[in-house]
């Protein structure tokens, strides 16, 4: 065995990364040999890199004998943007976008970046980002912009979020309006087409003389005055904020499509959440906001363009006049029932084969590194477990917190719902499990009984048993009618369970590389299945009971077929450790999180890749589907909370 150096859990002396806090272990080498039965996605490993021999944009360098470089403030798909003295300009401060360099033999690529250049040159209006000049220097295009020292729109929504306190009414409105002020200087040479609030930056107080607002980036914009694009017009834009006919056909959207982003935008200031499939009107999220909100943003999301507003301006003569129009649409109507357009022709659609997968929402816990996330079968909530010794639960709907649960005195590392969801089980480093009552969020109970930190918490499908394990080797099966113990199982350190849908079986995951059947009726080993080379992190009975998945610090998911346990298929969808595994509950998809900031989901049977999603800088630690499978949670090593939902 071998101590972590950054938590003192035991880990055995093969462990590439440690089985509590994922901290390096040491470098082991891996087979990655191909074999008939394994399928994956393919992994370089390799980081986007700027600097590239011959050109250095080091603190000093001086660009074109004008431009001296300040330092790095930021990299996106097509360019790195730097922060720079203007030579000629009396030393103030500008902007050099630089493309990046993996770009530059790709024809497409470099003209798509001169263009946003290019559109942007044109646009002159205060709230719109200047752009100066567009040059080529040793072999590589550059922009040359405004410095704006404002935050992004995208922290301001962060941090109401995690304060809990909503975003003022009176200063959404003060920003729409000023989003709708420079568009419509932009929609006279261009649409933007990713409107997003990552494209938005903020100076001041909203509302107030000193209020400043700027819109970057038009690396996707549409030049009006080019009949013909030499670049292949695919849906650009980002998911959540695209308008349905841009996502159809992004080379023949009008300056509606950015009214449509806009408008989510809104919503997302006023409720912290994205617009998608049957969504809340508003003022059912926030009962203080007026009624004609609901109408206004039910205008901008329509699925068709003649049903949005037509223009910037009278957009914005709708948002200042508090829902009036001149028109005949009757806007200042509530409307009962919201439909995404991403959510229409709903039956006519295979959820899994058609659906994808959006993010409404990625949040700050506010616990340090999250360990895990479980769904209460109601679908009510959702909790969470972290390393400040808390567990956090959330209202599944509002994505609000309903409670913080306080009592273990070391980090939480995984935890369960009953059956019936009037049960949560914790397992914390602390060494013991604490049963918490969700009726009224208090501890019901504390069980000891191991003697290393509990790495796993389940209970039965019947809710008659509880299963907890550790480092210490052993299983203990607990009668949830008193927490007594019933009987033990041993073997390896177990550091991940699971029971079969039909109750009969339970798997261990073991430090020792190897997997354990349980028979419950006898207690008695079934089969042990061998193959992975590292520590099993995570496994999961499908709930159709024909499936066992294992994950590994090998990163690798290994699936098994039941009732012979035979090893039909070995899939490498990370480059590391493979923290959790889940399902939804038919049992027609199945997610991993790795270590390696990946969640890769998978359609069951034929086990072909839906999506991948990498929101978490610092690893993907856990995974859960809602009950109706049509929401998904992640929780993540950096310390936040990314739900997402399946639209169709």
Not at 227 to 232: D, E, G, L
Not at 307 to 321: D, F, H, I
Request: negative net charge; charged residues 25%; glycine residues 10%.
């Amino acid at each position: 065995m071998q101590s972590c150096t950054a938590c003192g859990t035991e880990n055995p002396k093969e462990a590439k990364f440690c089985i509590n806090c994922g901290n390096g272990m040491g470098e082991h080498s891996s087979d990655r040999s191909s074999q008939p039965d394994e399928i994956g996605r393919v992994h370089d490993g390799d980081d986007l890199v700027f600097e590239v021999e011959g050109v250095s944009y080091d603190p000093g360098t001086v660009v074109l004998d004008r431009y001296k470089v300040e330092r790095e403030l930021g990299r996106g798909g097509m360019g790195t943007v730097l922060l720079c003295r203007d030579k000629f300009q009396d030393e103030e401060f500008c902007c050099l976008k630089v493309i990046n360099p993996q770009l530059i033999d790709n024809e497409e690529l470099v003209e798509r970046f001169k263009s946003e250049g290019r559109i942007a040159r044109k646009i002159r209006h205060p709230a719109i980002i200047a752009t100066h000049d567009i040059f080529e220097w040793k072999g590589r295009w550059h922009i040359s912009m405004e410095f704006f020292p404002g935050i992004v729109l995208r922290k301001v929504i962060n941090e109401a979020d995690s304060s809990g306190v909503s975003v003022p009414m009176n200063d959404a409105v003060a920003v729409v309006e000023a989003l709708l002020e420079g568009l419509n200087a932009a929609h006279e040479v261009t649409v933007h087409r990713d409107l997003k609030p990552e494209n938005v930056m903020l100076k001041g107080k909203p509302g107030t003389p000193d209020f400043q607002l700027k819109i970057l980036d038009f690396g996707i914009a549409k030049n009006f005055e080019v009949s013909n694009a030499t670049m292949a017009e695919v849906a650009m834009g980002t998911t959540g904020y695209m308008a349905p006919e841009q996502a159809r056909d992004a080379a023949n959207v009008d300056q509606r499509a950015d009214l449509y982003a806009v408008t989510v935008m809104f919503y997302e200031l006023l409720t912290g959440l994205l617009p998608v499939g049957n969504y809340e009107p508003p003022t059912a999220l926030r009962p203080d906001l007026p009624a004609w909100v609901d109408a206004f943003v039910d205008k901008g999301l329509k699925s068709r363009p003649d049903g949005r507003y037509p223009t910037a301006v009278e957009m914005r003569k709708v948002l200042l006049s508090g829902g009036g129009t001149t028109d005949n649409q009757g806007l200042s109507r509530t409307t009962q029932i919201h439909t995404s357009p991403l959510a229409e022709n709903k039956k006519e659609k295979d959820p899994v084969k058609d659906g994808r997968w959006l993010r409404i929402k990625l949040m700050d816990s506010r616990q340090g590194l999250v360990h895990a996330v479980a769904y209460a079968p109601d679908g009510s909530c959702f909790a969470t477990g972290g390393e400040d010794n808390t567990v956090k639960v959330w209202d599944s709907k509002r994505l609000k917190m309903l409670a913080e649960l306080k009592g273990h005195s070391a980090w939480v590392k995984t935890l369960h719902f009953s059956p019936n969801s009037k049960v949560l089980a914790t397992g914390s480093g602390d060494k013991s499990v604490r049963i918490w009552d969700t009726r009224t969020w208090r501890e019901a109970a504390v069980i000891s009984g191991h003697e290393t930190p509990v790495i796993a918490v389940r209970f039965s499908p019947d809710g008659n048993f509880l299963a907890s394990s550790g480092a210490d080797q052993t299983a203990v099966l607990w009668d949830t009618s008193d927490f007594e113990p019933v009987s033990e199982v041993h073997g390896g350190g177990i550091a991940a369970l699971s029971f079969s849908p039909d109750g009969l079986l339970m798997a261990s995951g073991t430090l020792n590389q190897s997997v354990v059947v349980w028979d419950m009726m006898t207690g008695e080993t079934l089969v042990e299945l061998k193959g992975h080379r590292g520590t099993i992190t995570s496994l999961s009975f499908s709930p159709d009971g024909r499936y066992l998945l294992t994950g590994s610090d090998d990163s690798t998911i290994r699936v098994y077929e039941i009732p012979g346990f035979e090893r039909t298929l070995k899939i490498r969808d990370h480059s590391s450790l493979v923290w959790s595994i889940a399902f939804t509950n038919d049992a027609r998809v199945m997610a991993s999180a790795g270590e390696d900031r990946m969640l890769v989901l998978r359609s069951i049977p034929d086990w072909g890749e839906v999506a991948t999603f990498a929101d978490h800088p610092k690893g993907v630690s856990g995974v859960a589907f809602s009950p109706d499978g049509k929401n998904m949670v992640t929780t993540g090593r950096e310390g936040g909370i990314a739900v997402y939902s399946l639209q169709v």
